[in-house]
């Protein structure tokens, strides 16, 4: 009887463990309040879900954009945190602008891994 009692609960068990192991894996373990991050490319798919997503989970996201369409579609249903900027990756100007239009909005103190050598960007 003890044998049956066990065998039928082992599933039951193993589906509740399987559970507790598989939220735990899931949930985030970073804090994203007071966190900035850079994204290329959010006028559509991966980049622009990115930005949406980490907006969700409080991160200030600074979202690349190269239309001002997709501008304004990230912006729908975002937070303040988000801010969107004019990104063209191809033109090394557009990229000094986004640069500096960054380093101007970010707190003292954060954006200690920006390179201040503009020179990586070719002319």
């Not at 990104?87 to 100007?93: G, N, Q, T, V, W």
Request: charged share 25%; glycine share 10%.
């Amino acid at each position: 009887m003890l044998n049956w009692v066990i065998f039928i609960l082992s599933p039951v068990w193993l589906f509740v463990i399987y559970r507790i192991i598989n939220r735990l894996i899931r949930s985030p373990r970073v804090g994203y309040s007071g966190k900035y991050v850079v994204i290329t490319g959010c006028d559509t798919g991966f980049g622009f879900l990115s930005a949406k997503q980490l907006d969700k989970l409080g991160c200030n996201v600074f979202a690349g954009c190269l239309t001002e369409k997709g501008e304004d579609e990230l912006r729908k249903g975002c937070s303040n945190r988000l801010q969107t900027v004019r990104l063209d990756i191809s033109k090394p100007e557009s990229i000094r602008q986004a640069y500096q239009f960054v380093k101007s909005k970010l707190p003292h103190g954060k954006g200690n891994g920006m390179t201040s050598d503009m020179s990586i960007i070719k002319r």
